[in-house]
């Protein structure tokens, strides 16, 4: 990473392989989006709700603003197979003077579930943070209620740390505790070559 190069500049970068590809999001992605994202599975343990179009606008508003602010880098995740957007992941937090990066914001719509198109999308944007962003920790959080999400977390030999009790408010008042989890530089060799070596594990 040349000294002139932020994460900022590097992280919103094209990212693919044979089964995935993720690009950053543009305004033009609305409609594919939309198409996908008005499952109500979905945003079951999502700090935002989507039940109708007025929803999905402002959700899409918001993911939009994030992306040109910098808050967060987001993701459209197409699959290959298809060409068919699948759906989205970011980076978030962005910590780059403690070399500490999140991923989150992740969700796929119904047909994309089960077919490993979580597990390469997470693949990409782990190499994407070790190897050419240079972080020293990747991070993961989820409800600890959401039980799909911890089981994929730790199918991708991310680390469980411990629970942030009422970390935030949820859609309808409750509040969620937050489970973190991650995976560390020395730990990235061998994460990358357990998922790369199990090509059948569905996530």
Do not use: C
């Amino acid at each position: 990473m040349s000294k002139a190069e932020s994460w900022a500049d590097l992280a919103p970068a094209t990212l693919e392989n044979e089964h995935v590809l993720l690009r950053p999001i543009e305004p033009t992605d609305r409609a594919e989006i939309h198409k996908i994202a008005m499952d109500p599975h979905i945003w079951r343990y999502f700090v935002s709700r989507v039940e109708t179009d007025a929803d999905f606008e402002a959700f899409f508003d918001a993911t939009l603003a994030d992306h040109a602010a910098g808050r967060r880098v987001v993701f459209v995740v197409t699959e290959k197979r298809s060409g068919r957007v699948a759906g989205s992941m970011s980076f978030g937090n962005l910590a780059e003077a403690d070399r500490r990066i999140e991923i989150g914001w992740s969700w796929l719509g119904r047909d994309f579930r089960g077919q490993g198109i979580n597990r390469w999308a997470k693949y990409l944007l782990m190499e994407h943070a070790f190897e050419t962003l240079g972080a020293e920790r990747v991070e993961f959080k989820t409800d600890v209620l959401n039980e799909q999400a911890r089981r994929g977390l730790r199918n991708i030999g991310a680390t469980e740390e411990g629970t942030l009790r009422s970390f935030n408010p949820m859609p309808g008042g409750r509040r969620r505790d937050a489970v973190f989890y991650s995976v560390l530089r020395a730990e990235w060799p061998n994460v990358k070559e357990q998922l790369a070596a199990h090509p059948k594990v569905r996530l």
